[in-house]
């Protein structure tokens, strides 16, 4: 009965969120050229017809599944896709095929992950996370992209191996953590009034730091840099309950910023801009100031769709997306994407909590944190909360790597929910 009900609800609400997007698409397609959208009952269908698909596997695959997170990630993919259309057709037709491949990923996740622990292999994931961050700095293979060497071509095929990096090293974070928590939960170290565990045990920790400077200093990538070493340093804190790992992990990733700060140019140029966009008003910040423009014209109820001037910011259909959408849909509509994050972060602690295995709790946490660091740090980037490091910003902006690896990302989450709602309706039964 729990199954069919999550179901329901779920179909229920994608058939909501079909019916938000195409009405937010056909009001963007009235608003720039002023009728209406010859495709949009195709377009209708093939949305429709791809979420059905996902949610048939989930049935099929996953039936005691959570029945939110499906929902809030195709409301969230189809707004993105509603506004990347709005901004550039041809990215648009892009953005349908990613859109098509996360879901057969998404599929092909509770296809071939049937039992989460068979990815309880530590080392295994992390030599493979570890590899996959570091292949841009592989000569001829790694390329810059605005500054950033995160990306790597192999043939035609173009990729963000950080986004699935990201996947594989909160895997093996977790797994490690199961193993190691007893001992990293000890603290026998005293400095003065505070207690840590000994220096011996805070060789992970180090590590992590380490790669986190690496993707820094190396690849120019100020925001998986961070989002890497947060991952780790939360699922520290997690595992352990010690406070302690999060006041190290700040101090230890300042300290990196501070030295990268004051030996990179681009990562100076990101600061200055973020301390003073004014300086240089028509070129390093004008990408900000702008985006704050189309936020400030917004308002709170928005220009509507398709009656802004989103095309205005450079970058509007990855970094600057949310932007976009805030001019025109204002803050009210820029509050509900945030919320929608929010319900989807919060439905994978709400899994974590429930699950009845360290690393399925660890590994939900995980996950949810990476989604919910990404945001943060994308929107925080945007309204000057931090510096703009570039990250996307999940399900909404522009980009294959991302769209698929996220999707990945979500039928992890559904299959923690699917196991443990099981093994806990079996042991009630029992």
Same mark, same amino acid.
């Given at each position: 009965?729990?199954?069919?009900?999550?179901?329901?609800?779920?179909?229920?609400?994608?058939?909501?969120?079909?019916?938000?997007?195409?009405?937010?698409?056909?009001?963007?397609?009235?608003?720039?050229?002023?009728?209406?959208?010859?495709?949009?009952?195709?377009?209708?269908?093939?949305?429709?017809?791809?979420?059905?698909?996902?949610?048939?596997?989930?049935?099929?695959?996953?039936?005691?599944?959570?029945?939110?997170?499906?929902?809030?990630?195709?409301?969230?993919?189809?707004?993105?896709?509603?506004?990347?259309?709005?901004?550039?057709?041809?990215?648009?037709?892009?953005?349908?095929?990613?859109?098509?491949?996360?879901?057969? @990923?998404?599929?092909?996740?509770?296809?071939?992950?049937?039992?989460?622990?068979?990815?309880?292999?530590?080392?295994?994931?992390?030599?493979? @996370?570890?590899?996959?961050?570091?292949?841009?700095?592989?000569?001829?293979?790694?390329?810059?992209?605005? @500054?950033?060497?995160?990306?790597?071509?192999?043939?035609?095929?173009?990729?963000?191996?950080?986004?699935?990096?990201?996947?594989?090293?909160?895997?093996?974070?977790?797994?490690?953590?199961?193993?190691?928590?007893?001992?990293?939960?000890?603290?026998?170290?005293?400095?003065?009034?505070?207690?840590?565990?000994?220096?011996?045990?805070?060789?992970?920790?180090?590590?992590?730091?380490?790669?986190?400077?690496?993707?820094?200093?190396?690849?120019?990538?100020?925001?998986?840099?961070?989002?890497?070493?947060?991952?780790?340093?939360?699922?520290?804190?997690?595992?352990?309950?010690?406070?302690?790992?999060?006041?190290?992990?700040?101090?230890?990733?300042?300290?990196?910023?501070?030295?990268?700060?004051?030996?990179?140019?681009?990562?100076?140029?990101?600061?200055?801009?973020?301390?003073?966009?004014?300086?240089?008003?028509?070129?390093?910040?004008?990408?900000?100031?702008?985006?704050?423009?189309?936020?400030?014209?917004?308002?709170?109820?928005?220009?509507?769709?398709?009656?802004?001037?989103?095309?205005?910011?450079?970058?509007?259909?990855?970094?600057?997306?949310?932007?976009?959408?805030?001019?025109?849909?204002?803050?009210?509509?820029?509050?509900?994407?945030?919320?929608?994050?929010?319900?989807?972060?919060?439905?994978?602690?709400?899994?974590?909590?429930?699950?009845?295995?360290?690393?399925?709790?660890?590994?939900?946490?995980?996950?949810?944190?990476?989604?919910?660091?990404?945001?943060?740090?994308?929107?925080?980037?945007?309204?000057?909360?931090?510096?703009?490091?570039?990250?996307?910003?999940?399900?909404?902006?522009?980009?294959?790597?991302?769209?698929?690896?996220?999707?990945?990302?979500?039928?992890?989450?559904?299959?923690?929910?699917?196991?443990?709602?099981?093994?806990?309706?079996?042991?009630?039964?029992?």
């Amino acid at each position: 009965m729990i199954g069919a009900h999550r179901r329901t609800t779920e179909l229920g609400l994608i058939v909501l969120a079909v019916l938000v997007v195409g009405g937010a698409y056909t009001l963007a397609s009235l608003g720039t050229e002023a009728s209406l959208p010859a495709n949009v009952i195709p377009f209708l269908g093939v949305i429709f017809g791809l979420l059905v698909g996902a949610h048939l596997a989930v049935r099929r695959l996953a039936p005691l599944a959570d029945g939110i997170l499906l929902p809030l990630a195709a409301l969230l993919n189809g707004l993105g896709y509603v506004w990347i259309a709005r901004l550039d057709k041809d990215l648009a037709a892009l953005q349908a095929t990613w859109t098509a491949l996360g879901i057969l @990923g998404f599929v092909l996740t509770l296809v071939f992950v049937r039992r989460m622990r068979d990815l309880d292999t530590p080392y295994t994931l992390m030599i493979v @996370g570890v590899g996959l961050l570091l292949l841009p700095l592989v000569p001829g293979v790694g390329r810059t992209i605005n @500054g950033a060497k995160i990306w790597v071509s192999l043939g035609p095929v173009s990729f963000q191996p950080g986004e699935f990096a990201k996947i594989a090293l909160a895997i093996s974070f977790a797994a490690y953590l199961v193993r190691k928590r007893e001992v990293l939960s000890m603290a026998t170290f005293k400095v003065g009034p505070f207690s840590f565990p000994e220096p011996r045990d805070l060789g992970p920790v180090m590590l992590a730091w380490g790669f986190s400077l690496l993707v820094m200093f190396f690849e120019k990538d100020l925001g998986s840099s961070l989002l890497f070493f947060a991952l780790f340093i939360t699922m520290v804190w997690i595992a352990t309950q010690r406070a302690t790992y999060l006041a190290l992990g700040t101090v230890l990733f300042s300290v990196g910023a501070l030295f990268a700060w004051r030996t990179f140019d681009h990562v100076q140029t990101r600061v200055d801009v973020w301390l003073d966009p004014w300086q240089d008003p028509s070129g390093k910040g004008f990408q900000v100031i702008q985006g704050w423009f189309s936020l400030a014209a917004g308002g709170v109820t928005g220009k509507g769709p398709g009656l802004g001037q989103p095309n205005l910011i450079p970058a509007a259909d990855t970094d600057f997306i949310f932007a976009a959408i805030g001019e025109e849909l204002g803050l009210l509509g820029g509050s509900l994407v945030l919320v929608a994050f929010v319900l989807m972060v919060g439905a994978g602690f709400r899994i974590a909590l429930t699950a009845d295995r360290e690393f399925d709790k660890l590994l939900a946490a995980g996950l949810s944190t990476l989604l919910g660091v990404q945001a943060f740090i994308i929107v925080g980037g945007i309204t000057r909360l931090l510096p703009l490091t570039g990250v996307t910003l999940p399900f909404i902006s522009y980009g294959g790597s991302s769209l698929v690896a996220n999707y990945i990302l979500l039928a992890l989450l559904l299959r923690i929910s699917d196991d443990s709602t099981r093994r806990l309706n079996e042991g009630s039964a029992a």
